[in-house]
């Protein structure tokens, strides 16, 4: 949640006022939905007591989709920042820009598959 919180602030940097309060409020509204709901299904899942393999998969059925409506709101801020820029170029900077959007995107999409398998692998016990 730190990685998200740094990751969207260095992101805001530079957009104006408008742009900071909604990009910025939705991602803060992400963060708070993240943090509460994943203590609640803590709570409810007995984590607190005994961390049992069927409190961890409880918690695991709301932490991974919600990683990954995060690294989607992030990838969308990436390409949103990417894009504004590039279309303040030249023709041929706006392409290279585009095309350096485009590989950016594919390696956060690979680097971000590791990190589900990742995170899927500390909540779901994949042996018997």
Same mark, same amino acid.
């Given at each position: ?6 990751? %969207?602030?260095? +992101?805001?940097? %530079? ?14 509204? +992400? ?5 509460? %709901? ?6 409810? !899942? /007995? ?7 069927? !409190?961890?998969? +409880?918690?695991?059925?709301?932490? +991974? ?5 995060? /690294?989607?709101?992030?990838? %969308? @801020?990436?390409?949103?920042? @990417? ?28 680097? /971000? /598959? ?7 692998? @500390? ?6």
């Amino acid at each position: 949640m730190v990685l998200f919180v740094i990751i %969207g602030s260095c +992101l805001l940097i %530079g957009t104006t006022r408008r742009e900071k309060k909604w990009i910025g409020g939705t991602g803060g509204l +992400l963060a708070v939905i993240f943090i509460v %709901g994943s203590q609640i299904v803590k709570l409810q !899942s /007995g984590f607190f007591d005994s961390r049992t393999r069927e !409190s961890l998969e +409880l918690v695991g059925q709301w932490v +991974l989709p919600c990683f990954f409506v995060l /690294g989607l709101y992030i990838l %969308g @801020m990436i390409n949103y920042r @990417m894009f504004k820029a590039a279309f303040q170029k030249t023709s041929w900077q706006r392409w290279g820009m585009i095309g350096l959007d485009i590989l950016v995107s594919f390696l956060y999409i690979w680097a /971000g /598959g590791f990190v589900i398998f990742v995170i899927a692998f @500390m909540y779901f016990p994949f042996a018997p």
